[in-house]
């Protein structure tokens, strides 16, 4: 692993695997069928992967790419046109019926891009040209390896907008099924309920940490407008009531459900409409910027995806049918930080002590992440400095952490930030697999 880390040093590229299992066939046909839509599964596993790694890249001490593409509907199209651009390798077939397919990018390229498309729709101050340069030294390693896994299907879990334009067309003639894969047929029903119920509210939480990401003037995001009066902070989950459910997709090797809500960005806008009215007191945003904040937004509909395991007393079925899954799996992992600034008794106080302490929970929550054990001698810490190729994906994993509110007590800021622990283990497990299949 030692001359894995120093061949990382030496490169200078992104590159991405995508991994998924196809399910063997009995006749040439079916078996030439198979390989193209593990082609198809390993393509967007790779799309989506690295999408994440790079929305998961930290800017500065605020801000992470996620908050950087919801500036504008043209940041985003742009982020994700760059991701699509990027080249694949040929696919790799082997006997157990996998494929493999490789995605590389320049971290240059990666920098020089967002620094343009900076430039050509960036309207905020709290991201600059040098933070984007800083990049290689926030990463703190030359490469960013993802890898991916999962059956082939011709239902995929959520991608980017309009991904699915570049990938390999479903084989002519396929009829599309939505068969349980066989690992969910051992959990009984209100246990698998439970689990799309968790992911749900997960993708619900993420659903509004993108809203508030969104920005109503060049000086003011949706979060800032939020924490500013007590009145707007307690109604602010009110911006995400009428979402609703887009996609379900069970995982077929591992008891790991995911859920993509939605909600159309009108009924977003009408909420904060109603929040400004009721109860802003400020001049810091006006219902003009609201009213402008639709305009640049243009696409319909915002979605979030969360995750979610069955109860923990369910574990022994995924267990039983050869998956080793840890006792935290099934868990909500969750820490508290605290902050304060000289100015707190005023509302730019209030907000960056909010922020110190978002910071310093999201420190105890990498330390506390980095602190489970997959085996009685390993734990993600270890499995992390020993696999440089899912390093960065579990740090996109730590970015999408979910911030609460942040209350005050004295010259003091509390927040609590929280991870399901089934995304952390989704990343592990999935490098385990191609591992254990390559060894």
Same mark, same amino acid.
């Given at each position: ?32 069928? $198979? ?34 593409? !919801? ?41 020089? @891009? ?11 101050? @709290?991201?600059?040209?040098?933070? *984007?340069? $800083?990049?290689?030294?926030? #990463? ?11 059956? =082939? ?6 991608? =980017? ?14 009829? /599309? ?32 940490? %993108? ?9 003011? #995001? ?9 009145? *707007? ?26 859920? !993509?809500?939605?909600? =159309? ?31 640049? *937004? ?21 267990? +039983?049918?050869? /998956? ?15 902050? !304060?600034?000289?100015?707190? %008794? ?38 992390? !400095?020993? $696999? ?8 996109? /994993? ?31 497990? %999935? %490098?385990? #697999?191609?591992?254990?299949?390559? +060894?």
């Amino acid at each position: 692993m030692k001359r894995v880390k120093s061949l990382v040093a030496s490169l200078s590229f992104i590159c991405v695997f995508g991994a998924v299992v196809s399910v063997r066939a009995g006749d040439p046909a079916s078996d030439a069928q $198979n390989k193209l839509l593990a082609k198809r599964a390993a393509e967007a596993d790779c799309y989506r992967k690295l999408a994440e790694t790079v929305y998961g890249v930290k800017l500065n001490s605020e801000t992470y790419v996620r908050d950087f593409v !919801t500036e504008s509907d043209e940041i985003r199209t742009s982020v994700n046109t760059f991701v699509k651009g990027i080249r694949l390798g040929r696919p790799r077939y082997f006997d157990d019926g996998t494929c493999e397919v490789d995605g590389e990018v320049t971290v240059a390229k990666l920098v020089r @891009s967002l620094k343009e498309i900076h430039t050509k729709h960036y309207r905020g101050s @709290s991201v600059t040209t040098t933070d *984007i340069q $800083n990049i290689k030294e926030t #990463l703190k390693k030359e490469v960013i390896r993802v890898t991916g896994a999962g059956a =082939p299907r011709s239902s995929l879990p959520e991608l =980017p907008e309009g991904f699915e334009d570049v990938l390999t067309p479903l084989p002519d003639g396929y009829v /599309v099924t939505r068969s349980m894969p066989d690992i969910w047929k051992t959990v009984p029903g209100q246990a698998r309920l439970k689990a799309v119920r968790g992911a749900r509210v997960d993708a619900m939480r993420r659903l509004l940490e %993108q809203i508030k990401g969104m920005r109503l003037n060049s000086n003011t #995001l949706v979060r800032d407008f939020v924490t500013e009066y007590d009145e *707007i902070s307690t109604e602010s989950r009110g911006m995400i009531n009428g979402a609703q459910e887009a996609h379900t997709y069970y995982h077929h090797d591992d008891l790991i459900v995911e859920v !993509t809500m939605e909600i =159309p960005v009108e009924r977003v806008i009408t909420k904060i409409k109603e929040l400004h009215t009721q109860h802003y007191k400020g001049s810091r945003v006006t219902t003009t910027d609201i009213v402008n904040t639709k305009k640049t *937004i243009k696409r319909k509909m915002i979605r979030a995806t969360g995750s979610a395991v069955p109860p923990s007393r369910f574990m022994s079925a995924a267990r +039983s049918a050869g /998956v080793t899954m840890p006792d935290w799996t099934g868990t909500r992992i969750k820490t508290t930080g605290q902050g !304060t600034d000289p100015e707190i %008794q005023t509302a730019q106080g209030k907000l960056r002590a909010a922020r110190a302490a978002e910071l310093d929970a999201q420190r105890k929550l990498v330390e506390q992440v980095y602190g489970l054990s997959i085996s009685s001698t390993t734990s993600v810490r270890d499995f992390v !400095t020993e $696999n440089d190729e899912i390093a960065t994906q579990v740090d996109a /994993v730590l970015a999408g952490a979910v911030a609460g509110q942040a209350t005050f007590e004295g010259d003091i800021a509390t927040v609590s930030v929280s991870l399901a622990a089934s995304n952390v283990w989704s990343v592990v497990h %999935q %490098q385990m #697999l191609i591992v254990k299949r390559r +060894s």
